[in-house]
């Protein structure tokens, strides 16, 4: 359909169609960085700007448009003065309406220069490309368009832009940015019964629902009303993450897309502006007052289900006092997330999983698996104990919201044969004081028996997650194995012979009286993980697999590895990671706080069969630490170089393998 002439008069780019000068086509290109055009019109994978992006909307599914310069299916056989009309109101070149998914209330505000500039980068910077638009996925009556010229007239704000006198230009510029192009509110403000944004009306200081807060395809966007410092606020829209919060959900694409890109001036003036909103929400608290209070993990940590489901699936990132680790993994303590009314996200993540944005400042990208194999209720109480330590008086989470997220997400579950045990069932238990107290002495090893514990690691460095995660030295099953021969000692020992082994070699200490009541509460620890497990049954995920001893190392790439993959949570020297008390993070791998040579990690192929199921973690969607997925060839390069890094020797090493052939990766 043509456009009618009426529309084109005093509607003119003010350059020839299709003959826009090079600066104005680059200006274009920042104006759709900042509108963040490419997120929603580009499909997973597909061409930029091509549409094809589902989204989800209360009625229904909405695919974005081609916006690319094609004639037959993009915006190429459009004029200025229809594209304007598009964006400002919402009517296509051909006069049937768009959805308000497309933020055009938002766009209204644009002024003429910018548009103008927008339109030369869509026509004369974006490659054409011939892509149909999907048809609409919409619930009657909502699939009728018509239906949209009534919404408009009673909901859609179609003024431009007008300064507030009373402030000034950075203030004005950031309020421009974030009413207009930004649209901030299209996710940020609560939407009426219309799906029309709350507070159109009202987006200088006055209005109390815009940017208050809304809920987003089962996210929750946060309020933004006076949230973070300037500062806080540029760095996360810079980075991705600050130092109260990591960017999740769909705001990961706009940080990937958008405001990452953007000039710093640009990225004040938005923080300067959101700072300056009226707000009632609680004041986040500051990191150093986080720390100081985080310090110490929450009373609960052992005593309740939520706090040993914590325990067991989150320590390991979030740390037990929930201060994260800083430039990984997020703290919980003073997250807004966490504190926030709604905890649509927190259940969104934990049921699908997260990435971090991946940036210039932040490159490498972190992962958090998802934790839909656990069940509603495990969730619930999990986040429940997360918001009650560090919400800010946040409320519960009840297992119906979870429910109800898990059937409207339909999120994959892991199908992996290993039967993860619950530490939360300790608690069920007659012996439950002694059983999590064994459980304790393998988390946090160093610290409750630092006379037998002679460097910085704790059991749980080898055995993940307190010895449930398959191919990370579990301990399901293994005490129905004991006693057994073991070659290295050339005779029958028992379970307490090996935990000392492990505290004489791994930790470079000293052996456990075998009649003390920490020893005890150990060994009441591996029965309880024992199960029904006979001596003749075998157990999915038992050890830490092989790895082909074959393979030649190659110390040098090895070193490059380590570089690339291991040095942010083991530090480039070897020395391990410590928090701000001075607690052993991540442990070292090589010195005088690591383990000796006697210990199996000392050894090429032991230790490039662990690297290579279980190292590093955060690395993709594997459950439960987003463990493993180095090559075979990368595991044993990398295992090469740090096992033969210097480290304590073994006094006892005379005495292995007195009958049996000593392994050819073994140090002595």
Not at 150 to 160: E, G, L, N, P, Q
Not at 366 to 389: C, H, K, N, Q, W
Not at 411 to 440: C, W, Y
Not at 587 to 612: C, E, H
Request: net charge neutral; hydrophobic share 40%; glycine share 10%.
């Amino acid at each position: 359909m043509a456009v009618p002439p009426a529309l084109e008069a005093g509607r003119t780019p003010g350059f020839a169609e299709g003959a826009a000068p090079a600066a104005t086509v680059e200006k274009g290109r920042y104006v759709a960085q900042l509108g963040d055009c490419v997120a929603c019109h580009t499909a997973q994978g597909g061409a930029p700007m091509a549409g094809g992006r589902a989204l989800e909307t209360p009625f229904g599914t909405i695919y974005s448009t081609n916006i690319t310069p094609d004639a037959q299916h993009g915006i190429g056989g459009w004029s200025y003065a229809a594209f304007d009309r598009a964006m400002r109101r919402g009517v296509a070149a051909d006069g049937h309406r768009l959805y308000p998914a497309m933020p055009y209330p938002s766009y209204a505000k644009m002024s003429d220069e910018d548009m103008a500039a927008l339109w030369a980068y869509l026509r004369q910077g974006v490659k054409p490309v011939a892509q149909p638009n999907p048809p609409l996925a919409m619930n009657f009556p909502f699939n009728q368009r018509w239906g949209l010229a009534y919404w408009d007239a009673v909901f859609a704000d179609k003024t431009r832009f007008v300064p507030d006198p009373r402030q000034d230009a950075v203030w004005n510029r950031g309020a421009y940015l974030v009413q207009g192009l930004g649209h901030c509110g299209a996710c940020h403000t609560p939407r009426g019964v219309g799906f029309q944004e709350l507070a159109m009306s009202e987006q200088g200081t006055g209005g109390r629902q815009f940017l208050s807060g809304a809920q987003v395809e089962h996210w929750n966007a946060v309020n933004l009303r006076g949230l973070w410092t300037v500062d806080d606020t540029v760095e996360m829209l810079k980075t991705g993450q600050n130092r109260f919060a990591t960017a999740s959900g769909s705001m990961t694409d706009v940080i990937l897309h958008s405001t990452q890109h953007i000039d710093r001036p640009d990225l004040v003036a938005i923080a300067t502006y959101l700072k300056s909103l009226p707000s009632d929400q609680p004041a986040a608290v500051p990191p150093a007052a986080a720390a100081s209070a985080a310090l110490e993990p929450p009373p609960k940590l052992y005593t309740s289900a939520g706090g040993l489901g914590y325990t067991q699936f989150c320590t390991d990132c979030h740390r037990p006092t929930g201060s994260g680790v800083k430039g990984v993994f997020p703290g919980l303590a003073g997250n807004p997330t966490v504190a926030a009314k709604d905890p649509a996200t927190l259940i969104h993540i934990t049921l699908t999983g997260w990435k971090t944005a991946a940036t210039g400042a932040h490159p490498r990208v972190y992962t958090m698996p998802a934790f839909a194999r656990l069940g509603d209720a495990e969730i619930a109480e999990i986040l429940s104990f997360v918001r009650e330590s560090w919400g800010q008086g946040a409320g519960p989470v009840a297992a119906a919201d979870v429910a109800a997220a898990r059937k409207s997400l339909d999120p994959k579950i892991d199908k992996s044969p290993f039967e993860t045990p619950r530490l939360a069932k300790l608690l069920n238990e007659p012996h439950a004081d002694q059983l999590v107290r064994g459980m304790r002495l393998n988390a946090e090893t160093q610290q409750l028996l630092p006379k037998h514990v002679g460097n910085q690691l704790n059991c749980a460095s080898c055995h993940l997650n307190a010895g449930t995660v398959a191919d990370g030295s579990p301990y399901v099953g293994v005490s129905a194995f004991f006693p057994s021969y073991a070659p290295r000692a050339g005779k029958v020992i028992t379970l307490e012979d090996r935990i000392n082994g492990c505290f004489r070699r791994s930790m470079n200490g000293k052996p456990l009286p075998v009649d003390s009541e920490d020893m005890k509460a150990m060994v009441v620890y591996f029965d309880w993980m024992k199960g029904h497990t006979r001596k003749e049954d075998k157990v999915a995920g038992r050890g830490v697999g092989k790895i082909d001893p074959n393979i030649v190392p190659n110390v040098e790439n090895g070193q490059k590895v380590y570089a690339a993959q291991c040095a942010v949570c083991h530090g480039q020297n070897g020395e391990g990671l410590k928090d701000a008390a001075g607690r052993s993070v991540y442990p070292p791998l090589w010195g005088d706080q690591s383990f000796n040579i006697g210990a199996g990690m000392a050894r090429t192929y032991t230790a490039a069969a662990f690297v290579k199921r279980n190292m590093p973690i955060g690395f993709h969607e594997k459950f439960p630490l987003g463990q493993g997925g180095l090559s075979d060839q990368d595991a044993v390069d990398v295992a090469e170089y740090f096992a033969h890094q210097p480290r304590p020797d073994f006094p006892d090493k005379v005495k292995d393998w007195p009958k049996d052939p000593k392994p050819r990766d073994a140090r002595y």
